[in-house]
């Protein structure tokens, strides 16, 4: 076996495909890793392209080439996605796996095989890098293909969107926009939807040991890779308004969440601050008391970000009175913010409209 062989006998390339493929095959890995030429480039080639990782940097390229046939292009994201499932310890997925799904998806060429393949990618991304991270014109339409047109079973479509949102070597900080996207689609249903906004509100942790049966077989060691990965705070955060958009009740979702020790474990300022994006787009639904009665809650939450975030709140809503009763937090923070932040309402013309509350509201908190 050689290059020209594997371009010619599992790729079916044509003669005319294959010098420009072998090209390719060289400016990927000139360009991304420390090849280089020697006196036998051709045999040197063949020994990259055997590993995953060099396979999926030659894929990346074909896919996004003018000229390649659709074959071509189909069999090489098959390769590099399927040959995920026979990873052995210590080796890396290829790159480009939603990029290499989302062209599949797109073409209508997408395969539960394919499925698997993305899922145990996502698994065995190495920690720690930015060499994986993909941008969304390919990470939402794989999960379009995937969620629309791949035959997969309803927990392992929970599983699967689970990972993706905690891929953060894939995804970076696209979580919220990718969730957003996948609650958007009409290919899931609303109880698998609640399903997932359910356990990224609730849990943690999406996979503790122990508590989550694993829709496909996982051995030890995939299962504690699993465990350990977080899901993204903005995710958390969005999870709290999808679920009363897709049926559960605000007011009782508002009691609920903005309780003390409601949501243990990371994460739970973030379900907070997503009970007070709730809280304010209800707003003039609930009556003043409940309304009152739900901010002065929150203002005594013991994260120092949500408190704050419900001071912001009730300035919109209400004025400069609720904003005041910040002077006496108990987080010392907190009370020279409340000064500052009158001192400049005092010296300022006008009060901030609005608007500019909203956006201040709105800001991220951090992971």
């Given at each position: 076996?050689?290059?020209?062989?594997?371009?010619?006998?599992?790729?079916?390339a044509?003669?005319?495909?294959?010098?420009?493929?072998?090209?390719?095959?060289?400016?990927?890995?000139?360009?991304?890793?420390?090849?280089?030429p020697e006196?036998?480039?051709a045999?040197?080639?063949?020994?990259?392209?055997?590993?995953?990782?060099?396979?999926?940097?030659?894929?990346?390229?074909?896919?996004?080439?003018?000229?390649?046939?659709?074959?071509?292009?189909?069999?090489?994201?098959?390769?590099?996605?399927?040959?995920?499932?026979?990873?052995?310890?210590?080796?890396?997925?290829?790159?480009?796996?939603?990029?290499?799904?989302?062209?599949?998806?797109?073409?209508?060429?997408?395969?539960?095989?394919?499925?698997?393949?993305?899922?145990?990618?996502?698994?065995?991304?190495p920690?720690?890098?930015?060499?994986?991270?993909?941008?969304l014109?390919?990470?939402?339409?794989?999960?379009?293909?995937?969620?629309?047109?791949?035959?997969?079973?309803?927990d392992?479509?929970v599983?699967?969107?689970?990972?993706?949102?905690?891929?953060?070597?894939?995804?970076?900080?696209?979580?919220?926009?990718?969730f957003?996207?996948?609650?958007?689609?009409?290919?899931?249903?609303?109880?698998?939807?609640?399903?997932?906004?359910?356990i990224?509100?609730?849990?943690?942790i999406p996979?503790?040991?122990?508590?989550?049966?694993?829709?496909?077989?996982?051995?030890?060691?995939e299962?504690?890779?699993?465990?350990?990965?977080?899901?993204?705070?903005?995710?958390?955060?969005?999870?709290?308004?999808?679920?009363?958009?897709?049926?559960?009740?605000?007011?009782?979702?508002?009691?609920?969440?903005?309780?003390?020790?409601?949501?243990?474990?990371?994460?739970?300022?973030h379900?907070?601050?997503?009970?007070?994006?709730?809280?304010?787009?209800?707003?003039?639904?609930?009556?003043?008391?409940?309304?009152?009665?739900?901010?002065?809650?929150?203002?005594?939450?013991?994260?120092?970000?949500?408190?704050?975030?419900?001071?912001?709140?009730?300035?919109?809503n209400?004025?400069?009175?609720f904003?005041?009763?910040?002077?006496?937090?108990?987080?010392?923070?907190?009370?020279?913010?409340?000064?500052?932040?009158?001192?400049?309402?005092?010296?300022?013309?006008?009060?901030?409209?609005?608007?500019?509350?909203?956006?201040?509201?709105?800001?991220?908190?951090e992971?």
């Amino acid at each position: 076996m050689n290059t020209e062989t594997f371009l010619k006998t599992h790729l079916d390339a044509s003669e005319q495909e294959i010098p420009r493929l072998v090209e390719m095959a060289h400016g990927a890995l000139d360009e991304e890793t420390d090849y280089s030429p020697e006196d036998d480039p051709a045999d040197r080639l063949w020994r990259y392209l055997q590993y995953p990782y060099y396979l999926g940097l030659f894929a990346q390229r074909v896919v996004a080439a003018y000229g390649i046939s659709p074959g071509v292009k189909e069999k090489l994201c098959h390769a590099v996605l399927q040959v995920n499932l026979n990873l052995e310890k210590g080796q890396e997925p290829g790159p480009g796996l939603f990029q290499l799904a989302s062209w599949l998806g797109e073409n209508d060429r997408l395969t539960n095989e394919d499925y698997r393949g993305l899922r145990r990618g996502i698994i065995w991304l190495p920690r720690l890098t930015d060499t994986y991270e993909e941008p969304l014109e390919y990470i939402l339409p794989a999960c379009r293909g995937v969620f629309g047109d791949t035959d997969i079973t309803y927990d392992e479509s929970v599983e699967l969107i689970l990972m993706i949102l905690t891929a953060k070597e894939a995804i970076g900080e696209k979580g919220r926009d990718i969730f957003d996207f996948i609650l958007e689609l009409d290919s899931l249903g609303a109880q698998l939807k609640r399903d997932v906004c359910d356990i990224v509100v609730e849990k943690a942790i999406p996979f503790p040991r122990g508590e989550f049966d694993h829709p496909r077989p996982t051995d030890a060691e995939e299962q504690d890779r699993l465990s350990i990965r977080f899901q993204p705070g903005s995710v958390r955060r969005r999870a709290v308004v999808w679920l009363a958009k897709l049926g559960r009740d605000p007011l009782e979702l508002l009691n609920t969440l903005l309780k003390p020790n409601t949501v243990r474990g990371y994460g739970g300022d973030h379900v907070a601050s997503g009970a007070l994006d709730l809280l304010s787009e209800k707003w003039e639904d609930l009556e003043d008391e409940t309304r009152m009665d739900l901010l002065e809650k929150a203002a005594s939450l013991p994260d120092t970000s949500v408190r704050k975030r419900a001071y912001i709140l009730g300035e919109k809503n209400i004025g400069r009175e609720f904003l005041e009763q910040s002077l006496d937090d108990k987080a010392k923070s907190l009370r020279h913010w409340a000064s500052d932040r009158l001192q400049a309402r005092d010296e300022r013309d006008e009060p901030p409209t609005a608007d500019e509350l909203q956006e201040e509201l709105e800001e991220p908190l951090e992971d």
